[in-house]
């Protein structure tokens, strides 16, 4: 299993979220004067992107149980 599949990351407002915190992270390190640590928190961000809604494919919720044994 990759990171990004991990079943923590399955609803779209947490993935939404963690990008969100990431860009803000960039535009306060910006505003504050440090534009090294905007671009490493930018690229944290371009990552979670990537990873997030990019590469990302939902899994099937009824797939991902596992099957049903009859007693």
Same mark, same amino acid.
């Given at each position: 299993?990759?990171? #990004?599949? #991990? ?65």
């Amino acid at each position: 299993m990759k990171d #990004h599949e #991990h079943p923590f990351f399955r609803p779209l407002w947490r993935r939404v979220a963690i990008v969100a915190v990431c860009v803000a992270w960039a535009i306060f390190e910006f505003i504050s004067g440090a534009p090294f640590w905007g671009m490493i928190a930018g690229g944290f961000a371009a990552y979670a992107v990537w990873q997030f809604f990019i590469l990302y494919k939902p899994v099937d919720p009824a797939a991902a149980q596992p099957p049903e044994t009859r007693e």
